[in-house]
Protein backbone atom coordinates (compact mmCIF):
# COMPACT_ATOMS: atom_id res chain seq x y z
CA UNK A 1 0.00 0.00 0.00
CA UNK A 2 1.64 3.11 -0.95
CA UNK A 3 0.95 6.27 1.49
CA UNK A 4 1.24 9.79 0.27
CA UNK A 5 4.13 12.44 1.59
CA UNK A 6 3.91 13.24 5.20
CA UNK A 7 3.79 16.70 4.55
CA UNK A 8 1.05 17.44 1.81
CA UNK A 9 2.96 20.34 0.22
CA UNK A 10 6.15 17.90 -0.27
CA UNK A 11 6.65 18.67 -4.08
CA UNK A 12 6.47 22.48 -3.65
CA UNK A 13 9.26 22.07 -1.16
CA UNK A 14 11.40 19.27 -3.17
CA UNK A 15 10.94 21.45 -6.26
CA UNK A 16 12.60 24.64 -4.56
CA UNK A 17 15.45 22.93 -3.45
CA UNK A 18 15.76 20.67 -6.61
CA UNK A 19 16.24 24.18 -8.42
CA UNK A 20 18.06 25.75 -5.73
CA UNK A 21 20.86 22.92 -6.43
CA UNK A 22 20.97 23.74 -9.96
CA UNK A 23 21.06 27.57 -9.48
CA UNK A 24 23.38 27.36 -6.96
CA UNK A 25 26.42 24.95 -6.60
CA UNK A 26 27.20 25.93 -2.95
CA UNK A 27 24.83 27.49 -0.74
CA UNK A 28 26.53 27.10 2.36
CA UNK A 29 27.62 30.75 2.43
CA UNK A 30 24.11 32.19 1.21
CA UNK A 31 22.72 30.11 4.49
CA UNK A 32 25.40 31.45 7.16
CA UNK A 33 25.47 34.79 5.98
CA UNK A 34 21.49 34.92 6.45
CA UNK A 35 22.13 33.12 9.81
CA UNK A 36 24.71 35.62 11.17
CA UNK A 37 22.73 38.67 9.76
CA UNK A 38 20.10 37.25 12.22
CA UNK A 39 21.67 35.58 14.68
CA UNK A 40 25.14 37.72 15.18
CA UNK A 41 25.65 36.14 18.40
CA UNK A 42 26.29 32.26 17.50
CA UNK A 43 29.24 33.39 15.26
CA UNK A 44 31.99 32.50 17.85
CA UNK A 45 30.20 29.27 18.43
CA UNK A 46 31.40 28.35 14.98
CA UNK A 47 35.07 28.42 16.38
CA UNK A 48 36.07 24.97 15.64
CA UNK A 49 35.26 25.12 11.84
CA UNK A 50 37.96 27.02 10.63
CA UNK A 51 37.39 25.99 7.01
CA UNK A 52 33.85 25.46 6.95
CA UNK A 53 33.30 21.83 7.00
CA UNK A 54 30.88 21.99 9.96
CA UNK A 55 28.88 24.58 8.58
CA UNK A 56 28.44 22.47 5.16
CA UNK A 57 27.63 19.65 7.39
CA UNK A 58 25.02 20.83 9.11
CA UNK A 59 23.01 22.30 6.25
CA UNK A 60 23.60 18.85 4.10
CA UNK A 61 22.12 17.53 7.31
CA UNK A 62 19.40 20.12 7.88
CA UNK A 63 18.68 19.55 4.08
CA UNK A 64 18.41 16.19 4.33
CA UNK A 65 15.91 16.32 7.47
CA UNK A 66 13.58 18.57 5.56
CA UNK A 67 13.33 16.04 2.72
CA UNK A 68 13.04 13.23 5.04
CA UNK A 69 10.42 15.07 6.94
CA UNK A 70 8.34 16.02 4.21
CA UNK A 71 8.50 12.92 2.46
CA UNK A 72 8.73 9.43 4.05
CA UNK A 73 9.70 10.72 7.57
CA UNK A 74 11.71 7.88 8.92
CA UNK A 75 13.76 9.99 10.94
CA UNK A 76 13.50 13.87 11.18
CA UNK A 77 10.96 14.42 13.15
CA UNK A 78 13.19 12.40 15.82
CA UNK A 79 16.80 13.53 14.41
CA UNK A 80 15.51 17.47 15.33
CA UNK A 81 14.39 16.81 18.74
CA UNK A 82 18.07 14.91 19.62
CA UNK A 83 19.54 17.82 17.35
CA UNK A 84 18.08 20.61 19.61
CA UNK A 85 18.91 19.12 23.13
CA UNK A 86 22.63 18.54 21.43
CA UNK A 87 22.80 21.84 20.34
CA UNK A 88 21.85 23.31 24.27
CA UNK A 89 25.60 21.39 24.60
CA UNK A 90 26.61 23.87 22.49
CA UNK A 91 24.93 26.41 23.84
CA UNK A 92 22.33 27.15 21.04
CA UNK A 93 19.24 27.43 22.64
CA UNK A 94 16.09 25.75 21.00
CA UNK A 95 14.82 28.87 20.22
CA UNK A 96 17.49 29.83 18.49
CA UNK A 97 18.50 25.72 16.62
CA UNK A 98 14.27 26.15 14.90
CA UNK A 99 15.16 29.47 13.54
CA UNK A 100 17.94 27.31 11.23
CA UNK A 101 14.07 26.56 8.82
CA UNK A 102 13.62 30.02 8.43
CA UNK A 103 16.83 31.15 7.45
CA UNK A 104 16.96 28.05 5.01
CA UNK A 105 13.88 29.46 3.26
CA UNK A 106 15.02 32.92 3.63
CA UNK A 107 18.28 31.30 1.26
CA UNK A 108 16.06 29.27 -0.94
CA UNK A 109 13.84 32.24 -1.65
CA UNK A 110 17.21 34.83 -2.18
CA UNK A 111 18.74 31.63 -4.46
CA UNK A 112 15.59 31.18 -6.42
CA UNK A 113 15.23 35.20 -7.41
CA UNK A 114 12.58 35.18 -9.45
CA UNK A 115 11.71 31.65 -9.45
CA UNK A 116 10.48 31.97 -6.06
CA UNK A 117 6.64 32.01 -6.21
CA UNK A 118 3.97 33.44 -3.65
CA UNK A 119 3.08 28.89 -3.52
CA UNK A 120 6.68 28.11 -2.60
CA UNK A 121 6.30 31.41 0.12
CA UNK A 122 2.83 29.80 1.52
CA UNK A 123 4.32 26.19 1.45
CA UNK A 124 7.59 27.15 3.58
CA UNK A 125 5.63 28.91 6.05
CA UNK A 126 3.05 25.92 6.50
CA UNK A 127 6.05 23.65 6.63
CA UNK A 128 8.08 25.92 9.28
CA UNK A 129 5.35 25.54 11.04
CA UNK A 130 4.74 21.81 11.40
CA UNK A 131 8.60 22.25 12.01
CA UNK A 132 7.77 24.70 15.00
CA UNK A 133 5.02 22.11 16.76
CA UNK A 134 7.39 18.72 16.64
CA UNK A 135 10.29 20.95 18.12
CA UNK A 136 7.13 22.37 21.01
CA UNK A 137 7.01 18.73 21.67
CA UNK A 138 10.47 17.92 22.74
CA UNK A 139 10.88 17.49 26.66
CA UNK A 140 13.17 20.49 27.61
CA UNK A 141 16.50 19.94 29.89
CA UNK A 142 17.04 23.14 30.49
CA UNK A 143 13.99 24.04 32.87
CA UNK A 144 12.29 21.97 36.09
CA UNK A 145 9.90 19.17 34.82
CA UNK A 146 6.57 20.57 35.64
CA UNK A 147 4.45 16.71 35.67
CA UNK A 148 7.69 15.52 38.24
CA UNK A 149 8.37 18.56 40.26
CA UNK A 150 5.47 18.37 42.21
CA UNK A 151 5.98 14.32 43.13
CA UNK A 152 9.88 15.61 43.81
CA UNK A 153 8.78 17.74 46.49
CA UNK A 154 6.56 15.05 48.67
CA UNK A 155 9.40 12.67 47.90
CA UNK A 156 11.84 15.40 49.86
CA UNK A 157 8.70 15.81 52.42
CA UNK A 158 8.47 12.31 53.40
CA UNK A 159 5.54 11.54 51.49
CA UNK A 160 4.73 8.26 49.68
CA UNK A 161 5.73 8.06 46.25
CA UNK A 162 2.05 8.01 44.49
C1 LIG B 1 20.50 28.78 14.33
C2 LIG B 1 20.51 27.46 14.57
C3 LIG B 1 21.76 26.64 14.73
C4 LIG B 1 23.00 27.01 15.21
C5 LIG B 1 23.46 28.37 15.71
C6 LIG B 1 23.84 25.82 15.15
C7 LIG B 1 25.15 25.78 15.57
C8 LIG B 1 25.99 24.70 15.44
C9 LIG B 1 27.38 24.67 15.84
C10 LIG B 1 28.12 25.84 16.50
C11 LIG B 1 27.87 23.47 15.50
C12 LIG B 1 29.32 23.01 15.63
C13 LIG B 1 29.64 22.41 16.95
C14 LIG B 1 31.07 21.90 16.93
O1 LIG B 1 31.97 22.67 17.20
O2 LIG B 1 31.22 20.71 16.62
C15 LIG B 1 26.79 22.70 14.89
C16 LIG B 1 26.92 21.40 14.42
C17 LIG B 1 25.89 20.70 13.85
N1 LIG B 1 24.60 21.12 13.64
FE1 LIG B 1 23.87 22.96 14.11
N2 LIG B 1 23.11 24.80 14.62
C18 LIG B 1 21.84 25.24 14.35
C19 LIG B 1 20.80 24.51 13.80
C20 LIG B 1 20.90 23.22 13.34
C21 LIG B 1 19.83 22.46 12.76
C22 LIG B 1 18.40 22.97 12.55
C23 LIG B 1 20.33 21.23 12.45
C24 LIG B 1 19.63 20.04 11.81
C25 LIG B 1 18.37 19.73 11.96
C26 LIG B 1 21.70 21.20 12.84
C27 LIG B 1 22.56 20.13 12.68
C28 LIG B 1 23.89 20.10 13.05
C29 LIG B 1 24.77 18.96 12.86
C30 LIG B 1 24.38 17.64 12.22
C31 LIG B 1 26.02 19.33 13.36
C32 LIG B 1 27.29 18.51 13.37
C33 LIG B 1 28.08 18.78 12.11
C34 LIG B 1 29.44 18.10 12.16
O3 LIG B 1 30.23 18.40 13.06
O4 LIG B 1 29.70 17.24 11.33
N3 LIG B 1 22.03 22.43 13.37
N4 LIG B 1 25.66 23.47 14.89
Not at 34 to 46: G, S, T, V
Not at 104 to 130: C, F, H, P, Y
Amino acid sequence: MSTGPAFPRAAEIEHSLERLAELCEDPTALVYERLFELQPEMKPYFWRDTNDAIKGEMLSRTFGAILDFVGERRYADHMIGTEMVTHEGYDVPREVFVTFFDVVRDAVRVGLGSDWTSDLESAWQELIAEIYRFANLTPRSDVTNAFHQPRMEAFRRGEPIS
